[in-house]
T-cell receptor
Framework: DVKVTQSSRYLVKRTGEKVFLECVQDMDHENMFWYRQDPGLGLRLIYFSYDVKMKEKGDIPEGYSVSREKKERFSLILESASTNQTSMYLC????????????FGSGTRLTVV | RKEVEQDPGPFNVPEGATVAFNCTYSNSASQSFFWYRQDCRKEPKLLMSVYSSGNEDGRFTAQLNRASQYISLLIRDSKLSDSATYLC??????????????FGPGTSLSVIP
């Protein structure tokens, strides 16, 4: 069964901390994505990557950065966590050039206090 | 106007009922369409792709009307396990840039015994 695995299901961090969210997929997908999901706002794209070592900004990249050193791993970094970054973070992956939709990880619920 | 719009619901229907969800999109360059299902506190999961000719998967039927920029999902003989939020997803294929995938806000369905 194909999988996208996110390192933590729940996370509590303090304001100002540097936070790393890890995502690993075992499907050899080229594309990987980070979203956040908030009530009333739906899914919003933070960053995405279509290849190793490449990254592109999504709709709300401010306050975040990403790293993709290996094809299977895509990391989201909160440089200095703030309370408005409290959210559900979802990683997704897909094949390139095909229209088969995304496979999502189970999400990380991050609370910044 | 939002790029992808859905009636947020909630739709409360009795078991065995037929329920239809609608979705409209604003960008005529949209090329691929999907329905996702998201259970409470879980990640979105691909339910089905939507093809121009319409397609069916068991009790679920998806239809696309490109002229009206409208997508629908019909669920027949509703089960308790169909209770979830249904997300309409549109993929805009850009020839000179990366594809853009837009998630609708979702429609909430509760199937009542």
């Amino acid at each position: 069964d194909v999988k996208v695995t996110q390192s933590s299901r729940y996370l509590v961090k303090r304001t100002g901390e540097k936070v790393f969210l890890e995502c690993v997929q075992d499907m050899d997908h080229e594309n990987m994505f980070w979203y956040r999901q908030d009530p009333g706002l739906g899914l919003r794209l933070i960053y995405f990557s279509y290849d190793v070592k490449m990254k592109e900004k999504g709709d709300i990249p401010e306050g975040y950065s990403v790293s993709r050193e290996k094809k299977e791993r895509f990391s989201l970094i909160l440089e200095s966590a703030s309370t408005n970054q409290t959210s559900m973070y979802l990683c997704a992956s897909s094949f390139q050039g095909e229209r088969y939709g995304y496979t999502f990880g189970s999400g990380t619920r991050l609370t910044v206090v | 106007r939002k790029e992808v719009e859905q009636d947020p619901g909630p739709f409360n229907v009795p078991e065995g009922a037929t329920v239809a969800f609608n979705c409209t999109y604003s960008n005529s360059a949209s090329q691929s369409f999907f329905w996702y299902r998201q259970d409470c506190r879980k990640e979105p999961k691909l339910l089905m792709s939507v093809y121009s000719s319409g397609n069916e998967d068991g009790r679920f039927t998806a239809q696309l009307n490109r002229a009206s920029q409208y997508i629908s999902l019909l669920i027949r003989d509703s089960k308790l396990s169909d209770s979830a939020t249904y997300l309409c997803v549109v993929n805009i294929i850009k020839k000179t840039s990366y594809d853009k995938v837009i998630f609708g806000p979702g429609t909430s369905l509760s199937v009542i015994p």
